[in-house]
């Protein structure tokens, strides 16, 4: 785009998706901010109003409130962890020529075709159920007591679903990256005497660098929002142990007919991603500059 | 200290023999250049001498040791590449450093080395800077920085000049040649650029379909090329072949004089041509003729020769300096 006349059309024909994008944004987000300060519950119209903040001190003083934030970064965390390790794990392992290499890269990506809720009832009911799962199977026949996962690893258990349907994205990601490595890099590498461990680290992870970054902060955008897998699996319980914000919210809301207190949750999780993305930019930004 | 000896080395891929088998002896502290039209299996040879390519018969010895199976780094050879395979996130002084850093060389030895280094490249106000912020001559120094550094029994350099544009090529040219002078190590060079070939060898390996043709210094080459294939690749512009009459006239199939082996004049020759294209270049002229009874031939006059297409010339051979060839294309003698 060089030339006055081609960035003006540009400003033109960029327009029209701009502005619903900035409504599409703008009009919620006031909304929530709007309904954060009312009392309003659909069932008891008749003690609707202007409130305050009470709304946002009961939501502050909710007994769940801490536990959803520590488990939603707790949620974040823990999956960008076993994405990123297991992704660049997996990807290595597919960059390696191998007969059938097209057929198993689709199998691989599959997961992400799979649609949460999908995801998590295959999993609460077939994998990880304690009487008929597969898992409870393998344990029975190593004469193992089968585990209750969602009974007492509410958390971890969500974690691993969730972990298992980013693993595709991740892996697809960095694979991608991993392909356009010079080979002649590789062979210089290889000559100056550089092992397997020493390329790995000095070579090939300096070249995922960027790519990690795209993981980890698409990644963060959708981690920060899962509800599905919880609602499917743990119903957010035993107690809060499973809770995070978004499911907070979704409780108030759908559950409670609090609109006010779970449009303060909304806002607070709007801040709390905003943290988060300040930190991760911080972080891992300066990579994408590169 | 870099003898190198490839005795029967084979290379196929599936069916094909890339290399059907090559004997070799490149003494050391020689420059070897190994040249040859693309597809010809010099590039596969040196990859072969690296350990880059496992060879499928055949021994590569390095001072006097089998290293056929030996992996790269423990072959004591440093290569430079094509693309120079820098690092391209570490700076200019880690990338030289690389090597000595995986030898697990102390940190002030490392440090002196990549400054010696550094200074006779001419790297030195560079050291801090990424490959990406260099030129590509400053690139390709980077790269024979990080070769040399490791003090290696041997160079091997895989077209480390293609990339580069004309007036730098002949620079670095120089200054490889200088650092061969300097360094006395053995240096092997492939390139299919026959002027690389005759200004920086000792040693010209000419191949052709994976086979070596001949071997000799440059100017051996010249003078007396085995064959058809070596007398038409040796030599800018190409030899002139000619057959027919004039050939057996001589007991030859193939009778090869160079361009510049002719004497050109506008009254009285031999050979009697029209000019098709004349290529002025103000120290030589080039003359693309039209023989009558012989076919097109390319011959170069010194300095200027005032004569434009369409013009009528004659040209004789020089006597002395014809190549023969017979039915097969071999040289006769």
Redesign the interface.
């Known amino acids: 785009m060089a030339t006055q006349q081609t960035r003006t059309l540009a400003r033109f024909m960029l327009a029209p998706s701009v502005g619903l994008l900035l409504i599409w944004m703008a009009v919620p987000l006031a909304l929530t901010l709007w309904f954060s300060f009312q009392q309003y519950n659909p069932l008891n119209p008749i003690r609707d109003g202007f409130v305050g903040f009470s709304n946002y001190l009961l939501f502050f003083n909710n007994p769940a409130f801490l536990w959803s934030i520590l488990n939603t970064l707790l949620i974040v965390a823990s999956v960008l962890v076993i994405t990123l390790v297991g992704g660049i794990l997996l990807a290595l392992l597919l960059d390696q020529p191998m007969w059938g290499q097209g057929f198993v890269r689709i199998l691989v990506i599959s997961p992400f075709f799979v649609m949460p809720p999908v995801a998590a009832l295959v999993w609460k009911n077939m994998i990880m159920h304690a009487q008929y799962g597969v898992l409870a199977d393998l344990m029975r026949t190593v004469g193992l007591e089968p585990i209750d996962w969602f009974g007492r690893y509410p958390l971890l258990s969500v974690i691993i679903i969730v972990a298992w349907q980013w693993l595709p994205f991740a892996t697809l990601i960095l694979l991608t990256a991993l392909q356009s490595l010079?080979g002649?890099?590789k062979?210089?590498?290889?000559?100056?005497?550089?092992?397997f461990l020493?390329r790995f680290i000095?070579?090939t992870l300096?070249?995922l660098?960027r790519a990690i970054t795209v993981v980890i902060l698409i990644q963060t955008i959708f981690l920060l929002s899962v509800y599905a897998e919880i609602l499917v699996t743990t119903n957010g319980g035993p107690g809060y142990a499973s809770t995070n914000l978004p499911f907070l919210v979704a409780q108030k809301a759908t559950l409670e007919f609090k609109i006010g207190q779970a449009s303060a949750g909304g806002i607070i999780a709007v801040i709390l991603a905003n943290i988060v993305a300040f930190f991760a930019m911080r972080a891992v930004g300066k990579n994408l500059d590169? | 200290m870099g003898k190198i000896v490839l005795k029967k080395v084979n290379k196929s891929f599936g069916d094909t023999a890339v290399i059907p088998g090559i004997d070799l002896t490149i003494e050391n502290g020689e420059f070897v250049v190994f040249v040859g039209p693309s597809g010809c299996g010099k590039s596969t040879l040196l990859r072969l001498i690296?350990?880059?390519e496992d060879t499928t018969s055949g021994v590569i010895e390095i001072d006097g040791k089998d290293v056929t199976g030996e992996?790269?780094?423990k072959r004591q050879?440093?290569?430079v590449?094509?693309?120079y395979?820098?690092?391209?996130?570490?700076s200019v002084r880690k990338n030289i450093a690389?090597?000595l850093k995986?030898?697990k060389m102390p940190q002030a030895e490392i440090d002196r080395k990549v400054e010696d280094a550094a200074r006779i490249l001419n790297l030195t106000n560079y050291l801090e800077r990424r490959p990406g912020q260099l030129s590509g001559g400053q690139r390709q120094r980077v790269a024979i920085g990080?070769a040399i550094v490791?003090q290696p029994s041997a160079f091997l350099f895989d077209e480390p000049l293609s990339n580069l544009d004309a007036a730098l090529r002949g620079s670095m040219r120089i200054e490889i040649s200088e650092l061969h002078q300097q360094l006395k190590t053995t240096m092997i060079y492939v390139t299919h650029d026959q002027v690389e070939a005759m200004t920086m060898a000792d040693k010209i390996v000419v191949l052709n379909a994976g086979n070596i043709e001949q071997v000799g210094s440059p100017l051996e080459l010249y003078r007396s090329p085995r064959n058809l294939f070596v007398a038409g690749f040796i030599g800018s512009p190409k030899m002139n072949f000619v057959t027919g009459p004039y050939a057996q006239a001589r007991n030859a199939a193939t009778v090869g004089v160079r361009p510049e082996h002719m004497t050109m004049s506008t009254s009285e020759g031999e050979w009697r041509g029209t000019v098709t294209v004349a290529e002025h270049l103000g120290a030589d002229t080039f003359l693309h003729i039209n023989v009558d009874g012989i076919g097109l031939v390319t011959a170069r006059a010194s300095g200027e020769f005032a004569v434009n297409h369409g013009d009528t010339v004659f040209i004789t051979p020089d006597p002395n300096r014809i190549h023969r060839f017979d039915a097969n294309g071999n040289a006769l003698a």
């Open positions: 010079d002649e890099q062979e210089a590498a290889e000559m100056d005497g550089a092992n020493n000095y070579l300096p070249h660098a590169r | 690296a350990g880059l992996a790269p780094a050879l440093a290569m590449f094509q693309s395979a820098l690092y391209p996130h570490m690389f090597p995986m030898a990080r490791r």
